[in-house]
Every structure is written in C-alpha cells, then in structure tokens.
C-alpha cells in the first residue's frame, strides 16, 4: 500500500520539489520509502508501505529500456501467475513487487493488460516514447485516484490533500456540497474542491501530449448477466473453488496481517477461511462503547474470535476518545464525507497500526450477497415510493436531513442543488439492462455510488491514516460477478438477506450466528451529543467561515437549541461541524495536521 502523485505539463519541466511537496502530504500512506522522477513535462512521486517484495520494491519502477516509468499504489493479487505468464513472453522484471507485473504487462499486452490484473490498485504509468500518461483505477474502486485538470498541467495523487497545495485557488463546488449534505458523501466524478475529480472505477485514463483526456472503461458491473435457474447447490459448487482462490490470493503478503473483527457475518466468515489456510492463531480486533446504551457488537466478535482461537483484543471508547478523533477523521478522509463509522474504524487502525501493516475487513459482502434489508421491500412500500419518487424504483428516496431544516439552514445558492440530490442514483438506476431484476438494480446503483464514494472512502483513508493496508476480499470483481449473478431467491427472503453465503457457512459458523437479525455497526453519537459539547459548539459553529457562507447564522443557532432540548437533529448539527473542520483544514488551509486525539472545537475557528 503506497501513496502516488504526479504531474505532466503543457510545456517546459516539471519542479522536482513540487513533485516532493506532493509526496511530503502521503508520508502517511508510505512511511518506509519515497521517490521521485522528472522527465522533461511528466513527472512522478511514490510513498511506500512494504508490503511484498520489502527490500527490493522502490518505486518508480522501470522496464530495462527506461520508455516506461510506473508508480502504482494498492496490491496486484495474482502478480505471481501474472509474472510466470510474461517472463515467458521474454518479460524480465527487475524486482520481485507485486506492481511490475503491470509495467510488463503493458509493455507485452497494451491496455489488455488492465483487464487481467486482479487486485485493488491505482497506477500511473507513463510511455516516454509515445509521450502519453495512463492513470488506471481497480474495478471497484478500492484503492483512491484523483486529477486536477488546469490550464497549463494535470495533476494526480491518492488523496485530495496532495493536490490542493498546488491549486491555484481553492473552492467549493457546490453540487457535491450538496450531496454531502443530502446524502451523507458527494459521488460521481465532482468532488467537493471545485475543478478537482475522481478517477472512475474500472477505468484508465490517457493523458495525451496536447493534455487532451480519453476514458476507455475497461470493466462495468452492467456487463454481469443474471443466471436464472442456478441451485444452491449448482452455486456453491462454483463458490468454493472461485473463494478459495481469491482468498489464497489475498493472503499473499510479505508482511503478517490481521482481521477487524465485527459481529457480524462478513468478517467472522473472513476469519473462519483465513483460519482454514493459516497455520497460526490470526490476529483480531474489535471496538465497542464504554458509556452508551445502545448494543455495541463486542459479544458477538468475541464469540467469533473464541471460536476461531484468535488472539483478539477488545477495545471501549467513551463519547470523548470518539469526538477527539474527529478532526483526524476528516482529515483523513479529505473526501468530505458522514459516516460515523469512521471513528471507531480510525481508532481500530491505531491499535492494529502498533504491530500489523495489513488487516482484512468485510467491506463488500452486503453489497455482492444482497444484505442490507433496504434490497428488500415489501411490494407496498416499493411500489409507494416508486410513484411519489419515480427514477429509481423507490431505491434511496429519501434525504439524510430533514427537508425543513434543510430549507431553514442553507443559502438561497446552494438550494437547487440541494433538491438535486437524488440524480446520481437516478442515473445509475436507469443504466441497468432491462434483464436485471429490481434487487440487482439496487445492488448496483450502491456499486456505483455509495460504496466507492463512502465506504471505501472509510476503509481506505482510516486505516492509511494509520500506515495500515486493508484488504476485502468479497470485493475482489470475481467474487462481485458471482454475488451479483445469482438468482434473486439465492439471496434473499421476505424476513433476510445474504442467504447464499449465510448457507453456506452453516458449515463452519453458528446457525445462530448466521441468522440472528442483521444489526449493523452503529455509533451512538446521537446519544452523546448533547449538554456541555452542544452548549460550547453553538459558541464556535456561527463563527466559521464555512458556516457563514453557505448557512444562515441564525438557524444553525435555532438548530444547535434544538438539539440540546430534544436531541432530535444530530445528523444536522454533525454535518454542520464536520463540515467546519473540513474547510478550515482543506479551504483556509490549515498548516498543520491533527494528531490522533483533538478536541474538535479548537478546529472549528
């Protein structure tokens, strides 16, 4: 796991030390090694996390010819059979990194090369012979690629804070402000610092030599097609050979690795086949709350690491070791994003970063298996929603804030957009082959947006925070095609969802385990936002710039009363102070970066 940045100009020469400023904000990706290369108007940076091939595995790397130069970030799981296959077509790497294999693979293959890397990875790679540049984002948008396109020069990096230095001005565009209000993260290709994009999933870029962008898609969920008819049996016929080989792959490390540990189905099923091909005790780790009353899932993960003879460790946070990560959260997550659950994930990568470089986690499963209970409505609910919201098969109508307040708090400027909020999933609804059954649909449109955009978001930046490499294996591509194929009634029932791998794993997990009723991994920060926090918040949050721009002053007032008397608007005053932080740190540009523990307050002006 590694950082990447880099640059190729109009004309004239890239500067070296613009290229090490880029590197210098990734350190936290790549502690272990940096490196840099000009030539001429194209130039590279690489930050390195050791992984596989620890001594020999400085990046930039090279073809023996020097016309290709690569800095790539994430994993290449099947380097080792994709390495076999080039040296006899005369291949002959110079290092043993899992990355090469993409180098070579372009230089015997082309662009046919993209398509037979499995794994999650970001790369540049650039041809000094034809002068042109690829950046090329895995499948599912597990590892993060972004560009900024000026006048004079494109820039790329890992993470939004590699770029912004290097902007010429920095600002808000307002329609991914919007859909982080509305829908908790902004997706598609906008982000929220105007003129800068993400790379598409399952794509590669050609930068030409006049800067000119072509976007070849090398790989789409909506080429899957359904299989109507297939058993059970005919199904795990298929899957265990298919996830035996996928996890094998995943296992492939240089380094030892561990499991965040949940208590729910995925990870325990992760640790369950991690147990089955490691020959020692695997490292565990899960997170619950010390002063809530809402039901953390510690019972059950300790359940799973008892079964599993893992060495487990158990971590309780209280209301203020969770808000004292929230500024490092959002700086991590540059990407403005609510997902409360990147706090309790920020402090699991602090505790695994003492002594693990790479754990697995279950990101994925629900989305491949069909788990979340929003894949299946009853009829009347399906069918109400879709006529009162029509575009997406009444699939995530609804708003993350309530719609008076959201009328109440905003600028007349960003209202439009605001009611805009639903158009990236109407977008990926109506893309679907009319083959697809409605649960399919609603798979693939959380495919396209809330995973990349959200999740992902979370596993990567929380864990590169802390120099961690997360690895999710349910969202290697072969294991989504085979999840998103099966027959609707392979996955779900009227009362739950995940059938097939539940099924499944009736073999080596608990029956009660398996089917007791999905709770998820809530943070109770409803609970916790109130008294003396609220009171000392409403003295800050109408001084902020970021407030003061696109909020009317007086009803975040009104909004922060309401909290400390009924606790009913917690998602409101949260996206409000996350919102805060995040422009002081990324728009008035903060210097320096929060530790692991801040009180939040002193970030908001």
């Known amino acids: 796991m590694c950082g990447i940045a880099g640059m190729v100009l109009r004309e004239g020469t890239v500067d070296n030390v613009d290229l090490q400023r880029m590197a210098a904000t990734l350190t936290h990706r790549g502690p272990e090694d940096t490196g840099t290369y000009v030539s001429g108007r194209f130039g590279i940076a690489h930050t390195r996390l050791a992984i596989i091939d620890v001594a020999g595995g400085h990046q930039p790397l090279f073809d023996a010819q020097k016309r290709y130069a690569l800095v790539c970030n994430g994993e290449i799981y099947n380097y080792v059979e994709l390495r076999a296959e080039l040296e006899a077509l005369g291949a002959r790497p110079l290092t043993h990194s899992d990355s090469e294999v993409a180098l070579h693979g372009y230089v015997h293959w082309g662009r046919d090369a993209f398509r037979r890397l499995n794994g999650m990875y970001a790369c540049a790679l650039y041809d000094h012979t034809a002068d042109e540049l690829w950046l090329v984002r895995d499948r599912l948008g597990i590892k993060p690629l972004y560009i900024a396109r000026l006048p004079d020069r494109i820039l790329f990096a890992s993470e939004l804070k590699a770029l912004v230095p290097l902007l010429p001005q920095r600002q808000i565009h307002a329609g991914a402000l ?63 050979p298919l996830f035996e080989r996928v996890m094998r792959e995943h296992m492939r490390s240089d380094v030892p690795y561990g499991v965040f540990l949940s208590g729910g189905v995925d990870s325990a099923v992760l640790v369950g086949q991690l147990r089955r091909y490691h020959d020692r005790p695997i490292r565990t780790f899960s997170i619950g709350w010390s002063d809530a009353q809402q039901r953390d899932e510690l019972d059950g993960a300790e359940a799973m690491a008892r079964l599993f003879g893992t060495e487990h460790s158990s971590i309780r946070l209280d209301a203020g070791a969770v808000f004292r990560r929230l500024p490092r959260s959002v700086w ?46 009853d009829s009347f609910e399906r069918t109400f929603k879709a006529l009162r919201y029509p575009g997406s098969g009444g699939f995530r109508v609804r708003p993350e804030l309530d719609p008076g307040w959201v009328r109440r708090l905003f600028v007349p400027e960003l209202q439009p957009a605001l009611a805009a909020y639903r158009m990236p999933v109407i977008r990926a609804w109506q893309e679907t082959p009319k083959s697809w059954s409605d649960l399919q649909r609603r798979q693939y449109v959380d495919l396209q947006t809330n995973l990349p955009d959200d999740l992902l978001v979370k596993a990567d930046r929380m864990l590169m925070a802390h120099s961690v490499e997360g690895r999710v294996p349910f969202l290697d591509h072969r294991v989504v095609e085979f999840g998103l194929s099966l027959p609707d009634a392979l996955k779900v029932s009227r009362s739950a969802g995940k059938l097939f791998i539940k099924r499944w794993a009736e073999s080596f997990i608990p029956a009660t385990h398996l089917w007791q009723h999905k709770r998820g991994f809530h943070v109770p920060v409803g609970e916790w936002l109130r008294g003396a926090f609220v009171q000392s918040l409403a003295e800050r949050l109408v001084n902020s710039a970021a407030i003061r721009a696109w909020c009317r002053p007086q009803a975040v007032a009104e909004l922060l009363v309401r909290q400390q008397r009924h606790g009913d608007v917690t998602r409101e005053v949260w996206s409000l102070m996350q919102f805060a932080i995040w422009y002081r740190l990324f728009i008035e540009g903060a210097t320096a970066v929060p530790s692991a523990e801040e009180d939040p307050l002193a970030w908001i002006a």
């Open 332 to 377: 991590a997550a540059d990407d403005l994003m609510r997902d409360y659950a990147c706090l309790p994930t920020l402090a699991l990568a602090e505790a695994a970063g003492r002594e693990l470089k790479v754990v697995f986690s279950g990101e994925g499963g629900d989305e491949a298996f069909a788990g979340y209970g929003r894949y299946r409505p």
């Open 178 to 240: 919007a859909q982080f209000f509305q829908n908790q993260f902004s997706t598609g290709a906008e982000t929220v610092i105007a003129g800068v994009e993400r790379v598409p999933a399952g794509c590669a870029l050609r930068i030409g030599p006049d800067l000119s962008i072509q976007t070849q898609r090398y790989w789409s969920a909506l080429d899957v097609a359904p299989r109507h008819g297939l058993t059970h049996d005919e199904a795990v016929a298929e899957w265990e």
